[in-house]
């Protein structure tokens, strides 16, 4: 009997999340094992050719991570959909757009005016930037049309189940495989880690008030953190309360407040305003100065709010007037 075939596959994102499959250790070997690894050009040499010639259907279950956000990336997840019976969106930036969906605060002329013109760095007395084409003796170049908004692997292709984090964890990880294989899969659309807020499983837990509220919110260089006292107790901005538990809390373990990477739990439509609602609800005044004030300390909102959710969130991306960088399309 032929062993499941599994594909990985990256689109746009760190890599970190091709680490988090290496950090199984000893189990990847259980893995390798129990399927037959097919597609994984990030660790091994496969080409678009050997995934084209599979039968539709093939690929027992593709592991797709990053946004997406080229022509490119579209048309390698469409053809990995077509031949997969399962799609997982892997990590934060497949699930909900992670850190490259704050490139929707841009469109594409403004971000390539920052990184070919304006970068302190940059000599480019001609003004090149990369073209999508160009003729060169050997005939013609192409590189993938970059798109003007970034989009989550939903938005662009069916998807099966989604595993979060910023890697996945890697419990999860193998949580979810070992699923998989044994066929005790939830209802497609899962999530597949613990319905329930990080503060669950939070070893600060214990030392969360049961009525907070701040009258100035801290970064973490501002002061000396208390390793045992709950972090939004001590007027840190940690997103634990809003965000779903299955990391391990390992930011809040590791004396950091929660940034969100592992997403919302299933009541929560959008993350960014459920976080920003549940943090003003915390400033501790009537007082409409007093309260802008305290807010005043939070000195990015959306890079805070939103820094794993953008594309996913009922904002979906920010619109500049055209002075700024030109219409949106």
């Known amino acids: 009997m032929s062993k499941p075939k599994v594909a990985f596959y990256w689109c746009a994102s760190c890599g970190g999340c091709e680490e988090a499959v290496v950090d199984l250790g000893p189990d990847i070997l259980k893995v390798v094992e129990a399927v037959d690894i097919v597609f994984w050009p990030v660790a091994l040499d496969f080409k678009r050719s050997d995934v084209e010639s599979m039968l539709d259907g093939e690929l027992t279950v593709s592991f797709i991570n990053g946004a997406v956000r080229s022509s490119e990336q579209h048309e390698m997840v469409e053809l990995l959909r077509r031949k997969s019976g399962l799609v997982v969106a892997f990590g934060s930036c497949a699930h909900t757009g992670g850190i490259p969906g704050l490139a929707n605060l841009f469109d594409r002329k403004a971000m390539f005016d920052e990184a070919y013109f304006n970068v302190p760095s940059v000599v480019n007395d001609e003004k090149t930037v990369p073209q999508e084409e160009y003729e060169a003796p050997e005939g013609t170049l192409t590189l993938p049309n970059l798109w003007n908004t970034v989009k989550t692997l939903d938005q662009v292709i069916p998807v099966d189940y989604y595993l979060p984090g910023c890697p996945p964890p890697v419990n999860l990880i193998a949580e979810a495989v070992s699923k998989i294989l044994k066929g005790e899969l939830p209802p497609r659309g899962a999530v597949l880690a613990p319905d329930i807020a990080l503060c669950d499983e939070c070893p600060r837990k214990e030392t969360k008030p049961e009525k907070m509220s701040q009258k100035q919110f801290k970064r973490p260089h501002e002061i000396m953190i208390d390793p045992e006292q709950c972090l939004l107790a001590q007027g840190l901005l940690c997103l634990g309360p809003i965000t779903r538990k299955g990391c391990g809390a390992a930011c809040t373990t590791a004396n950091m407040p929660c940034t969100g990477c ?11 305003m459920k976080a920003l609602s549940a943090v003003a609800s ?48």
Do not use: C, W
């Not at 709010?305 to 007037?321: E, M, N």
């Open 262 to 272: 592992m997403g919302p739990i299933s009541n929560v439509i959008d993350y960014g």
């Open 282 to 329: 915390l400033a501790d005044s009537n007082d409409e100065e007093e309260i802008e004030k305290i807010l005043s300390k939070i000195v990015d909102p959306v890079g805070t709010f939103y820094r794993y959710s953008l594309p996913a969130s009922l904002l979906h991306r920010y619109y500049q007037p055209a002075a700024q960088g030109g219409k949106q399309s």
